[in-house]
């Protein structure tokens, strides 16, 4: 099929490499010309393990071909999937100005009969309100139908996700559509889930708000587990043997970022407010993943008290590992925290620092984590990313100050950290005098 993506972000790029990789012909459209250059020159503008190669593949096959020309777009494709961003608003409210205006230059472009679906994260009963803007610009009366098929991509393992989903949603008002829609789908072998328009807008949110949800409970439980001492991996295994909750989306740490879980359960709980419904335990859900950026500080403070002048390490800035992509990353957070309290401040990031030296140009950017550790009263770990895991621990103390690992992502072993001499503190993770305590009680019992 003749297929048209339309914006070439995180989800159009995936989306359009992969529709190519299932023998598709493929045309990536984006308003950005700069970005539509250096997708032209062969280079890709996001961090996504295997994107490169996908995309390179199918250029080179001719199946995938990158425009900036919305008319070509629109013309030459049988089937438009939107993929333009619809960021928070202020107050929450997901800003859908991009997808008006592709909204309203699809209606001016229209040539012939399309399906036109939109792929963007929005609330209920957008689809309906785009296909009235396409309309009010539809002056030759083209037929067109409007579908919805929400993407469920985490960064990092897109690819992954996109050719090995879950489940497809399709949200449509024709079995014409259905079929078409079916169809594309069909070679993934993947249960595919066929609905009205508005339930499936609403599986997106629902489904992300989930997840997040899972997130804030476990890192809540954690909080209590410090308390009480006991230890939240234990606590997190036992609850996700259930096979009704599961193993997935507990495990806790500094909290969930990115593009995503925060923007979605924004527009979530102000699209439950625009209809009347009071969505509490998703601005629960919001407040504690708030609160968990502020822990590493908190306990910074606890141990040092002032914490002018001292000089903090921070390993790892990407909202998860695998990307550069540090959109709400709690890294962020954190680093602003730490300058108003006029810390000193070393960063190391296997591959956000490019992106971090725009928002932060004045941060000591460290070549590697021995040279962000190095002199450091304290190390804060916020991205579990593989290669700390490896890390000589050994080293890294010895280059520091003082020892001290607050370890944001539960990476290291409490008792371990104790044994090279850390001081060591993770989230919800009993201290290692404890924890030890509470073994040699278990083997003596
Ligand atoms: C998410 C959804 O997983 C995906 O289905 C949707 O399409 C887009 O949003 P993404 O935001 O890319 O994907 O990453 P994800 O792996 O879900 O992680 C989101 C955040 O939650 C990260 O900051 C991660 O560190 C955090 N997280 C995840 C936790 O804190 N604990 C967990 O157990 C899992």
């Given at each position: 099929m003749k297929i048209g993506i339309i914006g070439s972000g995180y989800v159009g790029l995936v989306t359009g490499a992969c529709f190519a990789e299932l023998g598709h012909d493929v045309l990536c459209m984006d308003d950005n010309d700069e970005k539509i250059a250096i997708l032209k020159a062969g280079q890709v503008p996001i961090y996504e393990p295997g994107l490169d190669e996908l995309i390179h593949a199918n250029v080179e096959e001719g199946r995938l071909v990158f425009t900036s020309s919305m008319k070509d777009t629109v013309q030459k494709s049988e089937i438009l999937f939107v993929c333009v961003g619809t960021p928070s608003k202020?107050?929450?409210?997901?800003?859908?100005s991009a997808v008006e205006t592709v909204g309203k230059r699809i209606g001016e472009d229209l040539n012939d009969e399309k399906l036109i679906v939109e792929k963007s994260t929005v609330p209920a009963r957008t689809a309906r309100w785009l296909g009235e803007i396409i309309q009010s610009k539809n002056k030759k009366r083209i037929p067109f139908e409007i579908a919805v098929n929400p993407e469920f991509l985490s960064e990092g393992t897109a690819i992954h996700d996109f050719m090995h989903p879950d489940r497809i949603v399709l949200g449509v008002s024709s079995q014409q559509a259905a079929s078409h829609l079916v169809s594309l789908y069909e070679p993934l072998n993947s249960p595919i889930l066929v609905t009205d328009i508005e339930s499936a807008e609403l599986i997106k949110h629902a489904s992300n708000a989930f997840l997040a949800m899972k997130i804030s409970y476990i890192n809540a439980v954690a909080q209590i587990c410090e308390k009480t001492g006991a230890d939240i991996l234990k606590v997190a295994k036992g609850i996700g043997l259930d096979s009704r909750i599961?193993?997935?989306?507990?495990n806790a740490g500094i909290g969930y970022g990115g593009a995503c879980f925060p923007k979605d359960l924004a527009a979530f709980v102000h699209l439950a407010e625009e209809y009347g419904y009071d969505f509490k335990l998703l601005k629960s859900v919001a407040e504690i993943n708030l609160n968990q950026r502020k822990a590493p500080v908190q306990k910074l403070k606890e141990i040092f008290g002032d914490l002018t002048r001292k000089t903090i390490g921070i390993l790892g800035a990407s909202f998860?590992?695998?990307?550069d992509d540090l959109r709400e990353a709690p890294s962020l957070e954190v680093i602003q925290i730490l300058l108003q309290e006029k810390a000193e401040i070393k960063v190391y990031d296997p591959a956000a620092m490019e992106n971090m030296k725009k928002l932060f140009p004045t941060l000591y950017y460290a070549r590697d984590p021995y040279d962000c550790s190095s002199g450091c009263d304290a190390l804060l770990l916020l991205t579990e990313w593989q290669?700390?895991?490896?890390?000589?621990l050994l080293k890294i103390k010895k280059s520091m100050r003082q020892p001290v690992l607050i370890d944001g992502r539960n990476l290291f072993d409490p008792s371990r950290m104790s044994r090279l001499g850390y001081q060591y503190y993770g989230i919800g993770r009993p201290s290692p005098s404890l924890a030890e305590t509470s073994s040699q009680k278990t083997l003596s019992s």
């Open positions: 202020p107050d929450g409210e997901a800003d859908l599961g193993t997935a989306f507990l998860k590992p695998n990307t290669a700390f895991k490896h890390l000589n």
